[in-house]
């Protein structure tokens, strides 16, 4: 506390130290507002800098997104290319019904025969009555499967015949033209 | 002088060093095989075999294929070994016809089959570790076999449940063969991949159906898992087609092949499709010996020659013909699997290993894969006339055996 002569006024050193104290008071609020400066200046370049970050794993995350899309075009365009090549090739050796080698006319009773040798649905067991039917694919799925198969199968060579055969078995799809014209070509 | 030792010890003197030295994991055909060509081999004493098992599925161009033989040797004349610390013309040579013929990504080699299989395992786990899955599971089906290592035979259900060699590694769990709504269940949040052969080998040649094939692709699709085939024996034309996956409505995103590659060399592969193709890096995984020159030549000859479209039909005509021929023989009741992968399964009362081992002496090698089936391999360069041969032996054989 300071003291005061008679008349009132404060004595001169107590001037003094009020003037000090009022001077370092100002000094510390001056330190406190420089480093709030400092404080929100680093704050913002933090956070602009993980900002930065950020859109920068996003664009990495972006750019090896769209070369895996370039690279699966890639490997559709190469199989396409096997495709063209694969009946370029084939295309003069087929004949219809086979050129003799194999078991080229198919009698119903070998057919039967052959469709009981490849079994295509769930193998039967003891248990089977007592587990819930299986799920049957959704039709979507059914079609999409039946022309990736028709497609594969085309890729690898396989005749008019043989996929329209697999599509009719595994797939129960009677008018099977559509999807053989769409990737074989019409037939002549 | 030949570094090659000379055979002539006989049949009596190499089984007795055999049971002396050898560990007693296998039970061997009463036979030494000394010479082989095309479908044919023959023992010491020059008796002659119709070999319709090529090694299990690996000989598929024959016994010592000429461009096999004389890629090997020109290239063993050459260079057999750097490791994979440098490059090598002949690997990446095949992994990119190996990328190209199939799903379009990358390739790691390796030694074997089941090594191919440890690498997709790898791929599958890391996979679903950037997905943010802790534990994640490989799921595959019951009877399914993929390999003898510890990852391989971890997948293997029927091999898993050996106590006396476990722990086996977590994280796989099997459902049973073919059943779609099981496979749908077991595939959830936390699955790595779905692990399928497309026609099992081992458990006597089963087809897996196309039901299951694309419950497996959707299931897959839906919780973001991987759909891997092992082709280890269905692969390079053995069913007909390039590769088994391309007779199915389905294409998976991981593809393993060994066997038949190397056309008698010891080589496998893990194929993926592009979006699978960056999850390794450097450190995840590697191998000394895979991908040799030497080894890469020999796959790069096999595929010039199976990756023929009038080949690949005729596999699949002569399959058609082989099965034909079998459902008229007596003794069979059922025929099973595609192009020249084929299982035969005999009318009840029928020892399929008695028979096998008749089927020996009278000059035809099959493999005994089940109590009551028989599992024909035939090299993929046979005629009509080895079918016929074939079919003679074994209806020869069955009607002494018929009940």
Not at chain 2, 248 to 267: E, F, H, N, Q, Y
Not at chain 2, 307 to 313: K, N, S
């Amino acid at each position: 506390m300071s003291r005061k002569d008679r008349s009132g006024r404060h004595d001169p050193a107590t001037a003094e130290r009020v003037t000090s104290i009022i001077e370092a008071a100002e000094r510390a609020a001056a330190a406190l507002i420089d480093s709030a400066d400092a404080n929100a200046k680093r704050y913002l370049e933090e956070a602009e800098a993980e900002a930065d970050r950020v859109v920068a794993a996003r664009l990495e995350g972006m750019i090896e997104t769209t070369d895996a899309l370039v690279e699966q075009a890639e490997a559709i365009r190469r199989e396409s290319e096997r495709l063209l090549e694969t009946v370029r090739r084939t295309g003069a050796r087929i004949q219809p019904d086979g050129d003799g080698t194999a078991p080229a006319e198919e009698t119903p009773l070998s057919r039967g025969k052959h469709l009981a040798a490849v079994p295509s649905g769930p193998e039967p067991a003891a248990e089977d009555s007592l587990r819930p039917a299986p799920e049957a694919p959704r039709r979507s799925e059914n079609a999409a499967g039946a022309r990736l198969l028709a497609t594969q199968m085309a890729v690898s060579g396989s005749s008019r015949k043989e996929i329209e055969g697999r599509l009719r078995s595994g797939f129960e799809i009677e008018d099977t033209g559509a999807i053989l014209d769409a990737i074989l070509g019409p037939e002549d | 002088m030949s570094a090659v030792p000379e055979q002539a010890l006989g049949l009596a003197q190499v089984r007795e060093l055999e049971q002396r030295y050898l560990m007693r994991t296998y039970k061997r055909g009463a036979v030494d095989f000394v010479r082989g060509e095309g479908a044919l081999l023959w023992d010491a004493d020059g008796k002659e075999y119709l070999d319709f098992l090529t090694g299990i599925s690996v000989c598929s161009l024959g016994h010592c294929h000429p461009a096999v033989v004389e890629a090997v040797r020109e290239q063993a004349g050459r260079l057999i070994h750097t490791s994979n610390l440098f490059f090598t013309e002949p690997m990446v040579r095949l992994a990119q016809r190996l990328s190209d013929s199939s799903l379009g990504g990358r390739v790691f080699f390796a030694n074997s089959g089941t090594e191919a299989n440890e690498c997709a395992i790898k791929i599958a786990r890391k996979h679903a570790h950037r997905r943010g899955i802790s534990a994640p599971e490989i799921v595959s089906f019951e009877s399914d076999f993929h390999g003898r290592t510890y990852g391989s035979l971890s997948a293997t259900p029927a091999l898993a449940r050996n106590e006396a060699l476990g722990p086996m590694l977590p994280g796989f769990r099997s459902v049973p063969r073919n059943d779609a709504a099981a496979l749908r269940e077991a595939v959830g949040a936390s699955t790595a991949a779905v692990l399928i052969e497309p026609i099992q080998g081992e458990s006597g040649v089963n087809p897996i159906a196309e039901e299951a094939l694309l419950a497996a692709r959707q299931a897959c699709d839906e919780s973001g898992a991987l759909l891997i085939f092992d082709e280890i024996q269905t692969g390079v034309g053995r069913t007909g087609s390039l590769w088994a996956y391309e007779q199915t409505p389905v294409r998976p995103d991981v593809l393993t092949s060994a066997k038949a590659l190397g056309g008698g060399m010891p080589i496998g592969a893990c194929v993926t499709a592009p979006a699978a193709a960056e999850v390794l890096e450097p450190g995840d995984h590697g191998s000394t010996f895979a991908g040799g020159p030497v080894a890469s030549a020999a796959a790069l000859a096999v595929l010039e020659v199976v990756d023929d479209p009038t080949l690949l039909r005729r596999v699949r005509e002569l399959g058609e013909l082989l099965r034909t021929g079998l459902l008229a023989l007596d003794g069979v009741a059922e025929v099973r699997g595609r192009g020249l992968m084929i299982g035969v399964g005999l009318d009840d009362g029928i020892d399929a290993a008695a028979l096998g081992a008749d089927l020996l002496q009278r000059g035809l090698v099959v493999n005994v894969p089940a109590p009551s089936t028989l599992r024909l391999l035939p090299p993929l360069t046979i005629d009509a006339g080895d079918v016929d041969r074939a079919l003679e032996l074994l209806g020869d054989a069955l009607v002494t055996r018929s009940p």
